[in-house]
């Protein structure tokens, strides 16, 4: 794939990638400072053997699970939707604009301009990760906290590979919905009816951080979760590659 | 007669290409082939398939049986074959969010040989500045820059669908005499137009499309032998000294519409229009009919 076509999705999802890298920012700089700054009374075994075991109480403690947990929380939510709007718009965006049939005469084959596009876009939102997680690390460490920050990163791949859902479910919506916006809001939906309806399915990312294997990653992962995830995205990409090759614009 | 066809190197040729372009209508065995170097004109007015043939020689439309080769190769199977064609769609629109500059460099870099230089200069002379933005241009400045990105592309073989579209008769003479200028330097022409005039003007040979076939194709004198008619509205009333101009063979009112007929002349005729004070040449789309009729 060339770098004019990566210039090109830049440009056209720009605005999208802003925003959601500036609220990123923001909440690892309101996590960071919102984590109350008191020396802990207790350590962590002290406070198990004293029976708190709820994994909120142990937050108050923990700096690193509190920043883990809340972390997620929120590349869940900014993640997921900014990868329905770069699925949604990917190539609904070129139709509905009348610029597609610019992309078909150079010479790139259909296929090359479908999962180019798939691949640039997926980048650009493990660029936000990446980014977002390195500023959160800065303020960690602006604020002299401890992590372990090549877990953070971690993190950050888990959800990427997670992404991969949203991203397809939006593109494949937009073969179906011509309206962008509309097929926007229905794929969130649908994506988040979807996790509330699978209670803890995000779960073992966060989890990772407490990981005893780390850094070996073999006995402490989901397998199975994974694969469900990667073949129910790689599921819609294909679906949606059969309309886009069959289709006439 | 095929032998002496293959003899000489064909960008393009079409056999028994059917496709159905609209609930109605279907390109039926369509066959014909476009020489190396020659402006070939494809002649028909809105909704008679001449975007769908262009579409489907890019691969943009997928025909329904029948073959295409272009260079002699299946454009489909080796898609780098466009690297050496420039098309311009009718229905691309320019993304907004550029500058006139930067969305020549980005839609060129997309091409191996690609003259930007050329483009800038062209769209300079045009009176459009490389800083200007896109979403700040008018239609017709659209079509301009359209055209100059395609056309900066220094490839072998240039397919235009409606390439004058939305243009002042001026630039439409200019444009024409570019693809002129650009067939002697090498290149093969294909366009597709609702205006004979543009046939006439430029083109080696003409196909005569309705509703989905191909009636005849026309070398250039064949051509110059029907007759033509210019539709303007004038903001005036048009006295009969107005229209003593050598080639016109008569005109009609219908409301305020003039319909001039001519044999020949048209260059002279359309100039000397122009130059009428206050009157503002309009050129109507022709009823396809009139000329079609003529080719059965």
Redesign the interface.
């Known amino acids: 794939m ?4 990566l ?2 999705e830049f ?2 999802n720009c605005w999208k990638i802003y925003l959601i890298l500036a609220f990123l920012i923001i909440s690892a700089v309101l996590l960071v400072l919102r984590f109350p700054r008191f020396p802990p009374l207790l350590e962590q075994q002290d406070l198990v053997r004293l029976g708190v075991e709820n994994q909120e109480k142990l937050e108050i403690y923990e700096f690193a699970l509190y920043l883990a947990n809340h972390w997620i929380n929120r590349l869940f939510y900014a993640g997921s939707i900014l990868a329905v709007l770069l699925g949604v718009d990917a190539l609904a965006r070129e139709i509905e ?3 597609l ?2 992309l ?7 296929q ?1 301009i479908f999962f180019g596009k798939t691949l640039i876009n997926l980048s650009l939102l493990g660029l936000v990760i990446i980014i977002s997680t390195l500023w959160l690390g800065g303020v960690v460490i602006l604020q002299n906290y401890d992590i372990y920050f090549l877990r953070f990163l971690l993190l950050g791949f888990w959800f990427f590979i997670f992404a991969a859902l949203p991203y397809s479910l939006g593109l494949l919506l937009s073969f179906f919905i011509s309206d962008r916006v509309k097929a926007g809001i229905i794929a969130v939906a649908i994506f988040f009816l979807f996790n509330f309806l699978t209670p803890g399915s995000l779960a073992w990312i966060s989890e990772y951080y407490l990981s005893a294997y780390f850094p070996a990653i073999e006995g402490s992962l989901p397998y199975l979760k994974i694969a469900v995830i990667l073949a129910a995205a790689a599921l819609m990409q294909l679906l949606s590659w059969r309309f886009f090759s ?1 289709r ?2 | 007669m095929r032998g002496k066809e293959e003899e000489r190197r064909v960008p393009v040729r079409i056999t028994g290409l059917s496709k159905r372009y609209a609930a109605d209508r279907k390109i039926s065995s369509l066959s014909f082939a476009v020489y190396q170097q020659e402006i070939f004109c494809l002649l028909g007015s809105q909704g008679s398939g001449t975007g769908a043939v262009l ?1 489907m020689l ?5 025909p329904e049986s029948g073959k295409i080769e272009i260079f002699g190769e299946n454009i489909a199977r080796n ?5 050496r ?1 420039s ?1 311009l ?1 009718r ?5 907004d ?2 500058s006139v500059e930067q969305l020549i460099t ?2 060129g ?4 040989q690609v003259d930007l230089d050329w483009a800038l200069d062209f769209l300079n002379a045009q009176g459009i500045k490389s800083d200007w933005k896109i979403n700040r241009l008018s239609r017709e400045k659209r079509q301009l820059v359209k055209l100059a990105q395609v056309l900066s592309n220094q490839s072998d073989l240039i397919i235009l669908d409606r390439p004058t579209a939305g243009l002042e008769l001026a630039r439409q003479n200019q444009i024409l005499l570019l693809l002129k200028e650009l067939r002697d330097r090498g290149a093969t022409v294909m366009f597709s137009s609702s205006q004979p005039f543009e046939a006439r003007k430029i083109a080696d040979r003409t196909g005569f499309f309705h509703q989905g076939s191909l009636l005849a194709v026309r070398g250039k004198e064949e051509l110059a032998e029907f007759p033509g008619k210019i539709i303007f509205v004038p903001q005036f009333d048009i006295r009969d000294e107005h229209l003593t101009i050598p080639g016109i063979t008569g005109w009609t009112r219908e409301n305020d519409r003039f319909i001039i007929h001519y044999q020949a002349n048209e260059d002279e005729i359309i100039k000397k229009l122009s130059s009428l004070p206050n009157l503002l040449l309009k050129l109507e789309q022709p009823d396809p009919g009139d000329y079609i009729s003529g080719v059965k």
Do not use: C, W
Not at chain 1, 104 to 110: E, G, Y
Not at chain 2, 109 to 112: C, E, G, I, P, R
């Open positions: 060339n770098v004019s076509f210039r090109k440009k056209a604009e009348g610029t049939p610019f078909l005469s150079t010479p790139q084959s259909r090359r069959k006439e614009f | 579409k890019l691969d943009i439309v997928h898609p780098r074959l466009k690297d064609i098309y769609s229905d691309y629109q320019l993304p969010g550029y980005m839609t870099s997309f091409f191996s």
